[in-house]
């Protein structure tokens, strides 16, 4: 893997991502029988596991280069579209499974568009995301700047950071990335999810990771 950002990322909170799988598993008890939609997923994220469901289709708005050949003994789709506005009947999926997706489309209302179309297409839920509260912002490795006004964020992001040292973004691509970046606080995931439990994840026992919401089999 060639060096970047995200191999930082991964080394970093690589034991976190292990671990919270681990949790799903015990939660939502996924079966054989069931079939589940990954939002903005990578049909990678799941070769690292056993297949624990009938079938997996991630979804995401640019086609993923994916052949089932390259991972033998597992069942994965990639389909194309908008997790905002899902063309998918109500209660299609067994499971609906989003890790850090609903903090990049965008606006409140996008979030909020989001959150209501996962609801309605599957029947248990796991949607995870990094928490507002957290304060150093995990996309660009860097304290406190989602704390700041966009303006301020773009001022300092390129020769600021570490994201910005690495990664060398352009002052357009800056500007995409800030706009449709909008972590959550535990308030607005409970706004978002009302029907769904919301867990913490937690570093030193204190200090709010992510969130999770989490819609349990009937």
């Known amino acids: 893997m060639p060096f970047s950002v995200h191999t930082i990322y991964q080394q970093v909170f690589g034991i976190w991502r292990k671990r919270r799988f681990e949790v799903f598993l015990?939660?939502?008890?996924?079966?054989?029988?069931?079939?589940?939609?990954?939002?903005?997923?990578?049909?990678?994220?799941w070769t690292s596991y056993p297949q624990p469901v009938k079938r997996i289709d991630t979804l995401n708005v640019y086609g993923v280069a994916w052949n089932n050949e390259q991972a033998p003994g597992y069942d994965i789709r990639t389909l194309v579209g908008d997790g905002c506005s899902l063309e998918i009947a109500n209660q299609s999926y067994d499971i609906g499974f989003s890790n850090s997706v609903i903090e990049h489309v965008g606006s409140w209302e996008r979030q909020k568009q989001f959150a209501s179309e996962i609801r309605r297409v599957a029947k248990a839920l796991w949607v995870q995301t990094p928490a507002f509260e957290f304060p150093i912002e995990p996309h660009y490795l860097t304290p406190f700047i989602h704390y700041l006004s966009h303006p301020i964020q773009k001022k300092i992001l390129r020769w600021c950071t570490i994201w910005g040292w690495i990664a060398r973004p352009s002052p357009e691509y800056i500007d995409a990335v800030v706009e449709t970046t909008r972590l959550l606080r535990k308030s607005e995931m409970h706004l978002l999810f009302p029907d769904c439990e919301i867990m913490t994840e937690r570093i030193l026992w204190l200090i709010p990771k992510s969130y999770i919401a989490i819609r349990r089999k009937k």
């Open 26 to 45: 015990c939660l939502i008890n996924p079966t054989s029988t069931d079939t589940l939609l990954d939002v903005g997923g990578n049909p990678w994220f």
